[in-house]
């Protein structure tokens, strides 16, 4: 790394992004609505609910403008996602190896996901990616932060980040609004959950893992020498 080049960090989405865990998700949402003794739509049906915050997926499902009977359902959720959905989940080809490339350039890495920080540490570190990353950031069980754009700005308030040098990196439009909002620029990845639509105003949308790395390695070669006489 260049001789007082200033640190850039790159905050990652988890689901859709890092891993794939559309088995674990719909398995644990047609488990709640079973519960509930509600009619479940097709598991194919249920990938759409990847992504936004759990309460507002429920209401959704349930046709309830009730929180609280939203919240109830969530609630039957975690039951079978906090002991075996959260496992039911894959890192998608390539990542590990994307992430070895980008750290070892010397980029800052966080998580930064609307799932509950307690399961997403638990699923990043059985999946042996928690080396990677300098903290992970989510939501807690009692919602606080489950909005994309509360969550990164608590992320870059908490850690001190200098928003300049900092980007986030997501498959759903909360990522990339969550990022404008913030004043961070949003990159966009096809392989997740989101439909083309909603990356407008990502920087760019990559296809796959390898492009991430391809993109943030270049960009650090290509980055100015600070500090040189």
């Known amino acids: ?76 959720y975690r039951e079978r996602f906090s002991t075996a959905g959260l496992f039911e989940n894959k890192p998608y080809e390539g990542i590990t190896e994307a992430l070895e490339r980008i750290s070892s350039c010397g980029y800052e890495l966080y998580v930064c996901t609307s799932k509950p920080e307690v399961f997403a540490a638990k699923i990043v570190d059985h999946f042996g990616l928690s080396g990677f990353f300098r903290k992970i950031y989510g939501s807690g069980l009692d919602g606080t932060h489950v909005e994309k754009n509360e969550l990164i700005a608590h992320l870059i308030s908490a850690e001190g980040l200098d928003s300049a040098h900092t980007v986030m990196i997501g498959d759903r439009i909360y990522d990339i609004s969550g990022a404008r909002a913030n004043g961070i620029k949003g990159y966009g990845v096809s392989y997740g959950f989101g439909e083309k639509s909603e990356f407008e105003g990502a920087e760019t949308v990559f296809g796959c893992p390898s492009e991430i790395a391809d993109h943030f390695t270049a960009q650090n070669r290509s980055a100015p020498e600070h500090g040189r006489e």
């Open 1 to 76: 790394m260049y001789k007082g080049f200033m640190k850039k960090n790159i905050l990652f989405d988890l689901d859709g992004t890092l891993t794939d865990p559309s088995e674990g998700i719909t398995s644990c949402i047609a488990y709640a609505l079973e519960k509930l003794k509600v009619p479940c739509p097709p598991k194919q049906q249920l990938i759409k609910y990847i992504g936004p915050p759990l309460w507002q997926s429920f209401a959704e499902l349930l046709n309830t403008s009730d929180k609280g009977e939203a919240l109830a359902a969530v609630a039957l």
